[in-house]
């Protein structure tokens, strides 16, 4: 069974930076388009960044010029590096993406998500 990995969450104080990854566990399983997503107590899921296919990105306000989504499309892993971090990042984040299962066959995957405290 196919699953996203999620990697890089941690403790870090503001200012600092971390370095999330998002792969699938079979890199058969190739991603679409991919979203990283964040979740704080109390506060809906929102979408912080996402890329697609073509490297094109999007970005919500809060984060444009602190944080950047890539993708190595070689090793099928999808990057979100989060510099100049503050303590309302503080949430759980999450990968999303399309993965193309089988031929024509496209499938939505959430991982498991990893935390992100950013804290002094």
């Known amino acids: 069974q196919v699953q996203l990995v999620e990697s890089g969450g941690g403790l870090v104080q503001p200012g600092g930076s971390l370095r999330l990854s998002c792969a699938p566990s079979?890199?058969?399983?190739?991603?679409?388009?991919v979203g990283w997503y964040r979740q704080a107590p109390g506060k809906e899921r929102e979408l912080v960044a996402e890329?697609?296919?073509?490297?094109?990105?999007n970005y919500v306000d809060s984060v444009k010029g602190r944080f950047t989504i890539s993708r190595d499309n070689a090793k099928n892993t999808v990057y979100l590096q989060m510099n100049s971090l503050k303590p309302e990042d503080t949430a759980v984040y999450y990968c999303?993406?399309?993965?193309?299962?089988?031929?024509?066959?496209?499938?939505?995957?959430w991982g498991q998500g990893t935390q992100v405290t950013v804290s002094s």
């Open positions: 999303n993406a399309d993965l193309l299962v089988s031929f024509a066959y496209v499938k939505n995957y």
């Open positions: 079979r890199s058969r399983f190739t991603m679409n388009a």
């Open positions: 890329v697609d296919s073509r490297g094109n990105t």
